[in-house]
C-alpha cells in the first residue's frame, strides 16, 4: 500500500482509502480465487489415481469437531467454478 500511494503521489494525511482502485489493481479475493481455480483445474486433469484427486475425496472417520462446519476445499472451488460460467 505504501508503494502504492508512492506512485499516485499522495499522502496518509490526504485520506484517500481506496487508492488501489483508482490505479487499476485487481482486489486480493480475486486473485486468491484465481489461483485456486487454477490449482483445481490441474489437479482434476491428472488421472483418477493421483494422491491430488485422492486427497479431494478423503473423508476422515471418527467424531466431528463442535461448531460450525468448515467449508471443504472441493466445494468452494466447485461453487467459484460454477459461479465463473454463469
Known sequence: MKMLRW??????????????????????????????????????KRPPDYVGNFILMLDLPGRKPRGRQHKAERCSAEEEKEMQCC
Open 7 to 44: 506512485m499516485y503521489g499522495v499522502t496518509r494525511l490526504d485520506k484517500i482509502c481506496n487508492v488501489g482502485g483508482s490505479l487499476g489493481v485487481p482486489d486480493i479475493a480475486d486473485k486468491m480465487q484465481e489461483s485456486r481455480l487454477r490449482w483445481y483445474g490441474h489437479v482434476k
